[in-house]
């Protein structure tokens, strides 16, 4: 319950996820960590900001990338990575009206959204526990089926054990008025 609310609650809140599969932003936003970015007016970014953005097409980088800004000049943004030496290479201009801004993180829990990333581990972590809930379910069925064992007469054992009875006489005693 509670981790279905972590995952939860920064959605119910407007805030973005992101997983750092890099090590560009090391010191600040480890691998692995997740960083929670809130939507803002792309106007109301400022140098120092961490925003999360796809890289213009020429960097050649494809994929989402979360950066610091280092330069604005007018509409057009400059970003480092806090671990890297040098700037990035590119400028870029953001062409929505709004853009993710980080605003806090979570150290390593990515890992797991990483992992869940993977099919495999997707189908272990539902196939496993499925195969051991169906295996026990047709055991107990097995359990369930098997007809019981009847006794028998012969098989039963006595009250009381004839080599440990008294010895009864057929004596008749009288009783004394």
């Known amino acids: 319950m509670l981790a279905a609310l972590g995952f939860l609650l920064p959605s119910l809140m407007g805030l973005q996820r992101y997983v750092i599969m890099g090590g560009s932003m090391e010191g600040t936003y480890d691998l692995g960590s997740v960083v929670f970015s809130e939507v803002v007016p792309v106007e109301d970014l400022e140098v120092g900001d961490t925003i999360t953005y796809v890289p213009p097409a020429e960097s050649g980088i494809d994929t989402l990338v979360t950066h ?19 700037v990035d290479p590119w400028t870029f201009q953001l062409t929505a009206a709004t853009q993710p801004r980080v605003v806090a993180h ?6 797991a959204f990483m992992a869940l990333a993977d ?15 169906a295996l026990w379910s047709l ?39």
Request: a negative charge; aromatic letters at 4%.
């Open 139 to 177: 055991v107990e069925l097995v359990r369930a089926l098997r007809p019981q064992r009847d006794r028998r007469d012969d098989d039963a054992v006595p009250a009381v054990a004839p080599a440990l009875a008294p010895e009864v006489a057929d004596e008749r005693v009288p009783v004394p008025a």
């Open 68 to 86: 610091r800004i280092v330069e604005i000049d007018g509409d057009e943004f400059r970003t480092q990575g806090d671990a890297n030496a040098d």
């Open 119 to 133: 099919r495999g581990t997707r189908m272990a972590l539902i196939g496993l526990p499925a195969a051991l809930i």
């Open 106 to 111: 979570v150290p390593y829990v990515g890992f």
